[in-house]
């Protein structure tokens, strides 16, 4: 077992640097991202603003989408290693343009303590709670 740990000892420390990089990260960008949405969001009277088809829109989009995929990703990573796992998917997903999707944040914000996790978190941000 000691032979093993020494054989890749290198991507130990590689893996547990990247994983503090990571850890670091969403817990100064999570509370910034979350601020970013406004507190009406899921609410059942929020008016999606119908955006013009221009690059612009769809540089930001994909941008968007990919940033949202990353978080996505370093969640799923966050499950086993330290982190905010869970709220780091959630955000990914409301960043993330996909069929379906506000459907599946209505059923994520409907979970109370999620739902309380995420407004506590906006609280760090000096933002209004969300309102469902």
């Keep these: 077992m000691l032979t093993l740990v020494s054989q890749y000892e290198e ?3 590689l893996v547990g640097i990247v994983s503090a990089v990571v850890f670091v990260a969403t817990l100064l960008l999570t509370p910034y991202l979350l601020g ?3 507190a009406d969001y899921f609410s059942a ?9 221009t690059l612009l829109c769809l540089l930001k989009t994909t941008v968007k989408t990919f940033v949202g995929v990353l978080l996505v990703l370093a969640g799923i990573i966050m499950l086993v290693t330290p982190g905010q796992g869970f709220i780091s998917i ?3 997903i409301f ?5 379906g999707k506000r459907q599946l944040e ?5 979970h109370n ?12 941000a000096g933002k209004t709670p969300f309102i469902r």
């Design 11 to 13: 991507i130990f420390i």
């Design 36 to 38: 970013l949405i406004p």
């Design 45 to 53: 009277n929020y008016a999606y603003q119908v955006k013009r088809k």
């Design 90 to 92: 959630i955000l990914g």
């Design 95 to 99: 960043l993330m343009e996909f069929p």
């Design 106 to 110: 209505i059923k994520f914000i409907n």
């Design 113 to 124: 303590p999620t739902f309380k996790t995420l407004n506590w978190l906006r609280d760090k």
